[in-house]
C-alpha cells in the first residue's frame, strides 16, 4: 500500500464526503468518520492494518462547491498537515446548475472548476505531495440525461487536471457505472448523489485501489 | 366545476398525496393538508369557490403500495362517505422493485396492480359513483429508464381501468412530461418521486382541469 | 406576464409575508418559502412557467412595521437586487395600536407610515423600477370595527404613495372583502390578520393579477 | 359568600375554561388550574377565604362542544362529587358553524345545544343543586358581526334554562361587553375568544360576583 | 388609585417578582409577565381600569440580591424610563445566609443591605418620584425560626429607608402573617419563598392596597 | 454487619427514597439508585465490602403514603424476596394535611397509619424476619411547628410498631436532630422533606447503624 | 461464496450485532443495519456482488443472553424464514457473571449455554439447514484476565456444539487475538465488548472468510 | 481532620472528577458535583462535620491531561483562591496513547507529565500550601497490560513528585488495587477508568483517608 505507517490522510470534500462526520475534525473516538465512504476508508485501513496506525481525517463539508473548498483550504484542511490529501469535489457545482437554475450564483460552471481544482492542488502540495483527485459522482449511467452528462464533463476535467499536475487519479464514476450495469440507481440512492452504505462502499473500494490496498493481507 | 357546493372530497394516495397530513383525518383547523398537491387543491378550490365550503380531505398514507390502500378501503376512506374519490396509487408498487429487489413481498407487480385497482374502484362504487382514478408519476421523462418505463406502464393500467370501470381519468404523467420539456427533473424533485410545491401545482392542476375547475372564475 | 424569465422577484413584508420561510434569506431548496402567499406565488409561477426560471425570495419577517422594514431594507433587500420587488407592510404599524395601546412606541402612525412608505420606495427605486406596494389587509369587511377602518386608512395611503410615486398598486384589501361576502372571516382567519392556506391564495391571486399572469398559458 | 369552607368547586367548560390546566384533574399542587379564569378564582378564593380551604378543581377540556361536556359529563365531572359546579360551554359550538362550515358534523346547532344543557343540568342536579350557568363569550361587541349575534342567541338560550330549570345564572357576555365599551377586543384577545389574563380575570370576576365573593374582607 | 392612565409601572425584584417573565423585557403580548403577583397586578389593574391602559412591566430577576439589582438598576430598570416602580428584594441577600453559609460571598449582610437600598432609592428618583419599596418576605410567621428573624430584620431596614427617603412603603410582610394565622405555610409554599397563584394574589393584593386600587370601581 | 454476603436487601419508601432511581427495579447496571440515601448505601456496602456482593434494590416510589405502599407491597416489594427490608414511609401521610388541606382523601391520619405499618410489617414477614422501621423524617427541629409536631407523632408510631412488631427500629429523626443544632435546615433542604446529598448521608448513616457497619473495616 | 443470489441473510445475537439496527426488523432501506459488523456485511455483500439482491437482516438485540435468544428465536428469527443464518450470543451470559454477580439470575452458566446453543441450532434447523455459530469475543488476549479466561470457555463451546450438530463455525476470536497483537484492545474498544468501526470490520471479515466471500471478485 | 472550618477545598482533574459536575464552577446548590468522588467527599465532610461549613469545588474538567490542566490553572483554579487544593490528573495522559495512538499530539509523555506536575504544584503554591497529589488510576491490577503498567509509571511519577515538592501524597491506585483483590473490574468500571458509585467511594475514601477524616466523630 502506497500510505506508510503513522501518517495522517486527510479526505476533502462535500456532503459525500461528509455524511455526518464529527465537526469541526472528523478523527479521534466515538465513530468521528460518518456514514459515507470515509467511514469504509478507516474501518479497512484500520481492521487490515491494525499496525499502521493511519489517522483519517474526514474534512468533507456539506454542500461545498469546489469554490468553497478553495475558501477554505488553507484554514480547514492545509493547516491539518496532511500527509496524504484525496479530493472529492464537484458534485454540488453541477447540481445547482439543475436543481436551482434560478440561482446561478450558486453553482461553479466548468472553466472556473478546472481553476478551483489547479489552485487547489497547486496549494496543497505546499503541505504535502501525495494527492488523490477523485472524481465527483452521478448514479445515473444514462449519458442522454443531461446532468448525469455534465457531471462526467467534470471528471474528465478532474483527470485532465491530475495528469497535468501530476498527482493520483482515482476514477470513481466508471467504477460507478460497473455496478449500474448489475444494478438499479435507485438500489444505491434515492437521489443519485448520496450513496448508502453499499453505495459508500464502492466508492471507498476505488479509492483504495488506487491506493493500492492489499485486501488478503496477513498480519 | 363537477364538484358541488357542499360536498366531501377525498384524496386517497401515497406519500405524494400524504405529505406530512394531519392524522388521523386530512381535514379541519390547522392547515391539515400537508404540502403536497392536496393542499393546493384545498387552497385554490376555497379561495377561488369560496361560497361552495368544499370539505378537501387528504387520506394518503405514506409508503402506500395499492395493496394497502386495498386493505385499508374500507375502514380509512369509505367509512367517510366521500361525494367525489380521487386516488392517486402505483408509485411504491414499482419503487420497491428497484430500491429494494432484495426484499421482493414489498413490491406489487402489474397483474395484482391491475386487479388491486378494480376492486379499490367496485368498492369505492358501493358510496360514491364520482371516482377519479390519477397515474402515478415518475418525474423522468426518458423511456429508456427502467423505472421510468415501468412507471408508465402502471400508468397505463390506470388507463385501462378507468375506461374499463367508466370512472374519470387524470393523466397526470403526460402533464409532469409537459413540464419537463422545459426544466430538468432536479428542479422539481430530488429521487423523481417527491415533488416540491411546484411540482405539486403540476399534480394539482392536473386533477383540477379534470374536474373542470374555473380559474377565472368571478364571485 | 410582466416579470421575465430569469429574473429574482423579492417578497418583503411582515409575518404575513414572512409564515415561517427560511432564515436568513427565503430562496432555495427545501420549500423555503413557507406557508404563506409567497410560497403560493412561487408554486405557481414556476408551474406555469416552468421555463422561466424565475428566483422568488421571500423575505418577510415577522413582527415588522414600516419602520422595521425601513431600517433593514438596505441590508436585507436591496442588497440582493431585486429585479421585481412587492411590499405588503403595515399590518404590524395598525395592530400595535389596538393589541398593546400601553406601549405607543411599538406602533406607527398614519403620518410616519406614509413617510416610511415613501423612503422604502424612493430606496428601492436606486435597484429596481419594478415595485409593487401591496395594500395591509384587515380579515373584515365591517367598516364600523375600529380596527378595520383603521387598516383600510393605510391602504389607502399605500394607494396614493403608489400614484404619486408611479409603481404598480395591488390593492388586497378589495380582493378580500370580494371573498369574506362569500364567507365568514374565521374560516379563513382566527386572529383577522393570519390567513390559512386559501386567504393565502386570495392574496397571492391579487398580486398575480396585477403581475398579468396568465393561468391558461399553454407550454 | 355562596360558597362553604371545606367544599369541592368545579369549574365544567371548553378551552377557555381549560387553558392547560394538570391532566386528568386539575387540583393538587404545582398550579394546576391553566392560565384561564379558573386560575383567577383559585386565586381569589383561597387568598381572600385562606380559612375556606375550597378544593377548587378545573375540569375544562379544549374542543368541547356541549355535545361533547353532556358525554363526558358522568365519567369527568359528577364522578367528582361536586358541592358546586359551573357551567361555561357553547363556544366551539357556535365556532365551528364559521370556522369549519365544511364539516358540519362538527357544530352543534341551537335546538341541540339547549337539549344539552337541560340534560347537563338535570344529570348534575343528581350530585348538586349548586349550578351556575355561564353564557359562552365572543369578544366582539358589534352585534352586526354574524358570529357575535349568534353567541348571544346562546347566551340567551342560557338564561331561558337557567330560568326553567332554577339553577344560578352567570352573564359573562355582558360583563365583556362593558369592558369592550373601553378598549379594543384586540386588547384582550386575538381570535376574540380566548383572552389573556386581564380578559381571564373579566371573566373571573363576573363568576365571583354571581357567587357573592367580598372583595374587601377583613381575616 | 394612584397610577394615572397611559402610565409605565415597572416591577423589580428578584424571583419572587421573576415567576418565569418575558426576557429580557417583561412586557407585550403573549402573557408575558410570568406567574408571581405582576401577573396578579396586571390582571386586575386591566380588568378594572380596562380604560387606563397601564403598562405593567416584570423586570424581576431569578436570584438577584439588592447588591445584583443595584448593578443592574441603570441598564435594566431606569432605562426603561418608568412612571411608577415598585421594589421588592432581599429575599436572596437572607437565604444564600442560610443555605450557602460556606459560600459567605454569595449573601448580602444588613449593612450593605441598607446601602443598596439607599443607593436603588436615589438613582431611581432621577427617573421617578413614584417609588414603592416592598419588604422581603418569608412564609413563616414563627419569630424563633432563624431566617425568619433575619427576614423581618431586612424587612424593618425597608421600612425605615422608606421613611427617611419618603418614598410608599409596603409592608408584604404583615399581609403575609395575616394569612399564616389561618393556614400553615406548605398550603402556600414548599420552600416558605416561592409561593403558588394564592400566595402571589396575597403579595399583589398588599401592592395594590399601598396603591389605593378601588376593587369595586364600575366602569 | 448484619447483613450477610451475597443476599439482596430492599429499600421501601417515598420520594425521599426513591429520587430518581431506575423504574421499575432500582437495581443493576448504570448507577440505578438515584440521588437519596440508597445511592450512599449502596456506594458505602460495596466499596467498603466489596467481597459481600449485596444487591440493593431501591424501590422508593415517589409521592407514596403508606396506603400507596401497602397497596403495591406484594406486586413490588415481597414479589422480590427480598432477604432485607427496610420500610420508610409517613412523610406524604403527613404533608398532605398541610400542603393541600381542600383534597382530605391525598392524606393518611395516624390511626390508619398505625395500621398500614403494622400490615405493611405482618405480610413482609411471609417473606423474610429482617426488617427495618425507619422513621419519617422533617427538616425542622422546632416543636411548635404544627408539621414538625405531627411528623414526631409519626415516628413515635413507627417506634412503637417496631417494638410491638419486634422488628429493627431506626430512629432518623433524632439523626436529623442531631445535624440541625450545628446548621441550619435550608443548608439541608429548602422543603424541609427532601434532603440534598449531604442530607441524604445522614440519613443513610442511621440506617448503616442500624446495621452495625464497620466504617473502618479493613479488607 | 457459498451464500446464493436473491437469497435472505439473518444475523441473530445481541449489543455487537444489533449496534442501533432499525426496529422491529433490521432491513430496507435507510441505512437500517446499525452501526456494527452487519452494516459492514451488508455493504461488501452488496458492492461487491451487485447481481446477487442478497437480503441481510440484522435481528441482534441488545442485552440478550442465549436465553433471550432462544426464548424469542421462534417468533423473531425463524418467523422471518431465513436461507441462512448466523448466530454470535454469549458475551452476555458471561459479562454479567463479572459486573453484576449480585444478580445472579441475570447470567447463564456454561452448562445452561451449551443447552441453549443446541436448542437454537436444532430448532434452526427446521427453517434452514445453512447455519454460522460464530464465538462470543472479549477484546482483551490476556488468559490471566477472568473474564477474557471464561469468555474462551463458551468460545469452545461454540466450537464443540458447531462440530456436534455439523454447522458451520467462525473462530472470531482467534482472529480479534490476532489483530490485538499489533494494537492495544483501546484502540478498538473501550469496554472490551463493543468495538469501533474496525473492529466491526474484524468480525465481519471472519465471517465472510467462513462464507468464502471474494474480495477481488470481477463483476 | 487537616481541614479547617469555613475553608475553601478545590478538586482539579479530569473526567474522573468531572462526571457532569455545574458549569463553570462546581460549587452551590442544586447538587452541584457531580457523580464521581467529589459527590462523596461533599456529601461525607458535610454530613459528619455540619458545624464546619467547608466549601468543596469540582473543578474537573472532562478530557483533560496534565496539559490541559497546567494551561488552565491559573484561569480555573487559582482564581478561586483555594484553601486546600487536591489534583488528580494523568489518566487522559496515559489513555490517548492507547485508544488513539494515531494522534499523538493528544497524549502527554512521562518527561512532560512531571513536569507539567512539578509547574502546577509550584504555581498553586503561590495561593496555598495545603496541596494534595492524587494518583490516576487504572482500574486493573494486571502488571502484565500495557495500559496499567503504564498508569502505574505515571502514579510513580506522582509520588515522586508529591516528595520533592513536599505536599500531601495520595496513593488511590494501591487502594482501588486493595478492592479489586476481592471483586472484578467489571463490577466497579465498564471502560476501567470511569467507575460507578462505589468505586467513587474507594477513591473518596483514599482522599479523606489522607485527610484524616474522622469516620467516627460525634457532634
Known amino acids: 500500500m502506497i500510505i506508510l505507517p503513522h501518517s495522517k490522510f486527510v479526505l476533502a470534500g462535500d456532503s459525500v464526503t461528509d455524511m455526518g462526520r464529527t465537526q469541526p ?3 479521534g473516538l466515538f465513530n468521528p468518520h460518518g456514514t459515507g465512504y470515509p467511514n469504509v476508508i478507516q474501518g479497512l485501513l484500520t481492521s487490515v492494518y491494525p499496525d499502521f496506525f493511519i489517522n483519517v481525517v474526514n474534512m468533507g463539508y ?5 469554490r468553497d473548498l478553495l475558501n477554505r483550504l488553507e484554514r480547514d484542511i492545509l493547516s491539518l498537515k496532511p500527509d496524504y490529501l484525496s479530493v472529492m469535489i464537484g458534485a454540488n457545482d453541477v447540481w445547482r446548475q439543475f436543481d436551482t437554475p434560478q440561482i446561478p450564483e450558486n453553482s461553479v460552471l466548468p472553466e472556473e472548476y478546472r481553476e478551483n481544482l489547479i489552485k ?3 496549494l496543497s502540495k505546499t503541505v504535502t505531495s501525495n494527492i488523490i483527485l477523485m472524481t465527483p459522482v452521478y448514479w445515473e449511467s444514462s449519458l442522454t440525461d443531461a446532468m448525469s452528462a455534465r457531471m462526467r464533463e467534470y471528471g474528465q476535467i478532474v483527470r485532465e487536471v491530475s495528469a497535468q499536475e501530476k498527482v493520483l487519479f482515482c476514477d470513481v464514476q466508471s467504477r ?4 449500474l450495469k448489475h444494478c438499479n440507481a435507485n438500489y444505491i440512492t434515492w437521489d443519485r448523489v448520496h450513496p448508502n452504505i453499499p453505495g459508500a462502499n464502492v466508492i ?3 479509492l483504495l485501489d488506487t491506493l493500492e490496498f492489499d485486501w488478503k493481507r496477513e498480519c
Open 25 to 27: 475534525i472528523g478523527q
Open 62 to 66: 456539506s454542500g461545498n462547491t469546489s
Open 120 to 122: 487547489i492542488v497547486r
Open 176 to 179: 460507478v457505472d460497473r455496478v
Open 204 to 206: 471507498a473500494h476505488a
